[in-house]
């Protein structure tokens, strides 16, 4: 299995044997058995987000971005007006896809790295009545910050507008309880915190949201009320899905219950981390973020101030190493990227930091401390 290199990005990320195991069946998508697949998937994905009452799940083809802009479509009306909360280059596509999609929209631009805060949040929609609905990124990967959705939720709640959670990279590792945390919709894909592989993304949609959108989306594919309501009555998609994806995610979600849930992929996630960060450290990187915004997703460290240090060839020494690793999207720093999540465990963050070590001695940097002993 491991003659492919480790993947440290925030997905696609390393997938179990068993996961990969389960694409090498060929379903029928109209078929019964392959109908129940699905059915099973929206009932535990609803499950996991303790959404039952209330939200329905829609699954769709594509990539993430194709469910952004897909709940875009179906749920914002032509008169809606949304607020989008910005601090990296997921922000920053969610308002470029409302601009394409001639939506109205407003920004709060906090820069590569600094999160949107509630008490903002709150002061523009108080500034602002025609606002309809806010989005916000739950982990923003270009820089790895952890939003404080929690508080953005409630007051958005409180000012009566309807909320819209990109958590492509944080679903399934970060606790979401639909009863606690208010939103209209929230939006992620296969191929991140429950380590699945590409090919589709889901949204949970309250329903109450949902049945009154017939005819608003200006895209037949990117309907999610016609996605939903087909479901609901041939129990099939509408159109083919990516039938050895959707096996490979009921795997893997099988899995994710056996390794004990949520708090479990948290927890080991959050330990990843925390080796990585304090062995990296020991080698003489520092984290862009300050510990209390470092989310177990994905971690960006800045660049060594070496004129031995270029990102590709630091990429190819790790890649030779079977490391493949991210570069930073951010516009004001050299940053790159190391994932916490997939199939990573203490024996390949081990593996990680002797990787950097060597990638680093390789290229000749004179700043880089030896690697330690991890005591965590």
């Given at each position: 299995m491991h003659n492919e290199p480790y993947l440290l990005t925030p997905g696609p990320l390393t997938t179990s044997l068993s996961v990969k195991q389960a694409m090498l069946r060929d379903w029928g998508s109209w078929d019964g058995d392959f109908n129940q697949i699905t059915a099973a998937i929206c009932q535990d994905l609803l499950t996991l987000a303790n959404a039952q009452q209330t939200h329905v799940c829609v699954p769709l083809q594509g990539s993430g971005t194709y469910l952004v802009e897909a709940v875009f479509a179906t749920l914002l009306a032509k008169d809606s007006k949304t607020l989008v909360l910005m601090n990296g280059a997921y922000g920053q596509r969610a308002a470029a896809i409302l601009q394409r999609m001639g939506k109205t929209c407003v920004t709060l631009d906090k820069g590569d790295y600094q999160p949107p805060l509630a008490q903002e949040v709150d002061e523009l929609l108080r500034q602002d009545p025609l606002i309809t609905h806010v989005v916000v990124i739950h982990c923003e990967t270009s820089s790895g910050i952890l939003n404080p959705v929690d508080?953005?939720?409630?007051?958005?709640?409180?000012?009566?507008?309807?909320?819209?959670?990109?958590?492509?990279?944080?679903?399934g590792a970060l606790p979401v309880d639909a009863n606690e945390l208010p939103f209209t919709a929230l939006v992620s894909s296969a191929n991140k915190c429950l380590e699945g592989v590409p090919g589709f993304g889901f949204a949970l949609i309250r329903e109450t949201a949902l049945v009154s959108c017939e005819g608003q989306s200006p895209s037949l594919s990117l309907d999610l009320y016609d996605q939903w309501r087909y479901m609901q009555k041939t129990g099939q998609w509408r159109f083919t899905p990516p039938t050895h994806v959707v096996a490979a995610f009921h795997q893997a979600l099988q899995e994710y219950q056996l390794e004990g849930g949520q708090s479990a992929r948290l927890a080991r996630y959050s330990r990843n981390r925390d080796r990585l960060v304090a062995g990296m450290r020991a080698l003489g990187f520092q984290t862009l973020l300050e510990d209390a915004w470092l989310s177990p997703i994905i971690i960006t460290f800045l660049s060594p101030d070496d004129p031995a240090f270029s990102f590709m060839p630091f990429y190819q020494q790790m890649k030779s190493r079977g490391f493949l690793i991210y570069p930073g999207?951010?516009?004001?720093?050299?940053s790159f990227r190391l994932g916490c999540i997939g199939q990573l465990f203490d024996s390949q963050i081990n593996a990680v930091l002797e990787a950097v070590a060597d990638s680093c001695t390789a290229l000749g940097l004179t700043a880089i401390q030896p690697p330690q002993t991890m005591s965590l």
């Open positions: 508080a953005i939720a409630k007051v958005v709640a409180a000012q009566g507008r309807e909320l819209i959670i990109d958590s492509m990279s944080a679903f999207k951010l516009t004001q720093v050299e």
